[in-house]
């Protein structure tokens, strides 16, 4: 049974960091890019980071030059650096990880930026 495992959400003053951490496992499937979205209450799941099986990144315009998005292919994991947080960026983080033939996404991170 696939299983997508978050950590490193938490409680952070505005200007502080965090690095969000997400692995795959339980899967022999071949993962193709590997994202990060949010969620804040009342507002629809956006796009944050992806990050394709290459190394090609892609961002939030909100996030440019603030996060970054790495991945280690041999743990099947990847990562969100946050520097510079905002308030706005309270939201809880979820990962999705694309195989050829799905996805799957993880329970979720809550992110809380204190200003």
């Known amino acids: 049974q696939v299983q997508v495992m978050e950590s490193g959400g938490g409680l952070v003053q505005a200007g502080g960091s965090l690095r969000l951490s997400c692995a795959a496992s339980g899967t022999s499937l071949s993962i193709n890019a590997m994202g990060w979205y949010r969620q804040a209450p009342g507002k629809q799941r956006e796009l944050v980071a992806m990050i394709t099986s290459g190394g090609s990144t892609n961002y939030a315009d909100s996030v440019k030059g603030r996060f970054t998005i790495s991945r280690d292919n041999a743990k099947k994991t990847v990562y969100l650096q946050m520097n510079s947080l905002k308030p706005e960026d309270t939201s809880v983080y979820y990962c999705?990880?694309?195989?050829?033939?799905?996805?799957?996404w993880g329970q979720g991170t809550q992110v809380t930026v204190s200003s």
């Open positions: 999705r990880i694309n195989y050829r033939t799905g996805v799957d």
